[in-house]
């Protein structure tokens, strides 16, 4: 019996090998949903899957509906974003997004909006200076935790719902309380046993990621040291909504690229 086989336009997040020569993808189809398929012979120097099913590549390709795993049949490349393999400062911004949609999405389960956001983040984080990778990725990590419907209360109390001052924390030393497991800020009269201090500062950059295109965030000047804490706040984050905690994001704390 002829294998039913479908298109689709996909990222690929993640190449596992598999014997001698082929290779496990897990791509995220245009509807945000996951395919995990089998590149047969992909890892032969002269297949034609070898320069266009790299990893952050956007591809077109036409797969063969298997039991476990499709297989892909053919492939063109779209974009190839080698700047995310060849520079190893923006490998390491890259790596979260794809461990996180890699870990995140499922076969069937569509979130359209996904393909979209990461299509633009890999092509501007692509073109980018390395300085502003830390940024772009966690602007990423903000916007997809929006629609994924777990995005964090930045602006009200998540308790009360009481709107707090886009100027917190005035005095020197003064931090907002945030508390991920109620799910964001936290006003005075709401403070919770899981509070936990986050300064102004991060709060203002987690704030302004969320709401930048990536565009405009290869053009302004970056607080690094306030933009690894909005990080951190992801990594917190992932882990409490998602039972999630991203390696790639360890690594990118501990490398000491930027």
Same mark, same amino acid.
């Given at each position: 019996?002829?294998?039913?086989?479908?298109?689709?336009?996909?990222?690929?997040?993640?190449?596992?090998?598999?014997?001698?020569?082929?290779?496990?993808?897990?791509?995220?189809?245009?509807?945000?949903?996951?395919?995990?398929?089998?590149?047969?012979?992909?890892?032969?120097?002269?297949?034609?899957?070898?320069?266009?099913?790299?990893?952050?590549?956007?591809?077109?390709?036409?797969?063969?509906?298997?039991?476990?795993?499709?297989?892909?049949?053919?492939?063109?490349?779209?974009?190839?974003?080698?700047?995310?393999?060849?520079?190893?400062?923006?490998?390491?911004?890259?790596?979260?997004?794809?461990?996180?949609?890699?870990?995140?999405?499922?076969?069937?389960?569509?979130?359209?909006?996904?393909?979209?956001?990461?299509?633009?983040?890999?092509?501007?984080?692509?073109?980018?200076?390395?300085?502003?990778?830390?940024?772009?990725?966690?602007?990423?990590?903000?916007?997809?935790? !929006?629609? &994924? *419907?777990? %995005?964090?209360?930045?602006?009200?109390?998540?308790?009360?719902? #009481?709107?707090?001052?886009? =100027? /917190?924390?005035?005095?020197?030393?003064?931090?907002?309380?945030?508390?991920?497991?109620?799910?964001?800020?936290?006003?005075?009269?709401?403070?919770?046993?899981?509070?936990?201090?986050?300064?102004?500062?991060?709060?203002?950059?987690?704030? !302004?990621? &969320? *709401?930048? %295109?990536?565009?405009?965030?290869?053009?302004?000047?970056?607080? #690094?040291?306030?933009?690894? =804490? /909005?990080?951190?706040?992801?990594?917190?984050?992932?882990?409490?909504?998602?039972?999630?905690?991203?390696?790639?994001?360890?690594?990118?704390?501990?490398?000491?690229?930027?």
């Amino acid at each position: 019996m002829a294998q039913s086989t479908y298109s689709a336009r996909v990222l690929v997040l993640r190449k596992t090998k598999l014997g001698e020569s082929d290779l496990i993808l897990s791509l995220l189809a245009q509807d945000g949903s996951q395919i995990r398929a089998v590149a047969k012979g992909a890892r032969k120097p002269t297949s034609q899957f070898s320069s266009r099913l790299e990893l952050y590549s956007q591809a077109d390709v036409l797969l063969a509906q298997g039991r476990s795993l499709d297989i892909v049949k053919e492939a063109r490349l779209i974009a190839g974003n080698a700047a995310l393999r060849e520079s190893m400062e923006l490998a390491a911004c890259a790596a979260p997004i794809a461990e996180l949609l890699d870990r995140i999405t499922q076969p069937g389960l569509e979130v359209p909006k996904l393909f979209d956001l990461t299509e633009t983040a890999l092509g501007a984080l692509a073109s980018s200076d390395p300085a502003h990778g830390p940024a772009m990725c966690a602007a990423w990590l903000l916007k997809a935790f !929006a629609f &994924l *419907g777990i %995005r964090p209360s930045l602006d009200r109390c998540c308790v009360c719902g #009481q709107p707090l001052a886009c =100027d /917190v924390g005035g005095a020197v030393h003064q931090t907002v309380a945030f508390s991920c497991g109620e799910g964001g800020v936290v006003c005075d009269d709401c403070r919770v046993s899981d509070v936990a201090g986050l300064a102004p500062e991060a709060l203002s950059w987690s704030r !302004a990621l &969320l *709401g930048m %295109r990536f565009a405009d965030i290869a053009s302004i000047e970056i607080d #690094q040291s306030c933009v690894f =804490d /909005v990080l951190r706040l992801c990594q917190t984050w992932a882990q409490v909504h998602a039972s999630i905690r991203l390696k790639s994001l360890n690594f990118l704390f501990t490398c000491g690229l930027f």
